[in-house]
C-alpha cells in the first residue's frame, strides 16, 4: 500500500474511473486528481522530503507536458532524486504508438503500462505483477 496516489489525466471521466478502481482495491492512503503533468509537479516536489511511498497513474498523452515530459524532469531534475526510489508510476494510455509505450519503460520508476479503457481486472492484474 502507497501513502499518497496522485492520478493525472486530461479526461475528467478517465480520472473518475482510475480514482473509483483505486478506491476499490484500497491500495493508497489519499488519491489526488490532476488534470495536468503542470500541475502534479507541485504535488511530487512537496513529496520529495516525505519519505511517503506515491503512486502516480500518468496518462501518457495530454496536450502541453506530456507524461513523457513529466518522467524525462523526474528523472533529470535533482529536486526528484530522494523521490524516485519511493515512487510507483503506472502509464495510462490509449495510444499503439509502440515508440511512446518503450520511452516510459526505460525509466525504473515506470512499473506497468494499463491500456484505456481501464478496468478493475487489468489494473490488478498489472499491480500485482509489478510486486
Excluded: H
Aim: hydrophobic residues 40%; aromatic residues 8%; charged residues 30%.
Amino acid at each position: 500500500m502507497w501513502d499518497e496516489c496522485a492520478i493525472v489525466d486530461d479526461n475528467k471521466f478517465d480520472r473518475l474511473i482510475c480514482r473509483r478502481i483505486i478506491e476499490r482495491l484500497r491500495e493508497a492512503g489519499s488519491i489526488r486528481d490532476f488534470d495536468s503533468s503542470e500541475d502534479v509537479l507541485p504535488f511530487l516536489n512537496q513529496e520529495c522530503d516525505t519519505g511517503k511511498g506515491i503512486l502516480v497513474f500518468l496518462d501518457i498523452n495530454m496536450l502541453g507536458m506530456n507524461g513523457l515530459d513529466l518522467l524525462r524532469r523526474i528523472n533529470d531534475e535533482e529536486v526528484f532524486s530522494n523521490l524516485k526510489e519511493r515512487l510507483s508510476i503506472f502509464i495510462m494510455t490509449s495510444s499503439t504508438l509502440t515508440q511512446d509505450i518503450e520511452s516510459a519503460r526505460n525509466y525504473t520508476f515506470v512499473d506497468g503500462i494499463i491500456p484505456k479503457p481501464m478496468g478493475i481486472k487489468k489494473v490488478t492484474d498489472l499491480m500485482l505483477s509489478a510486486y
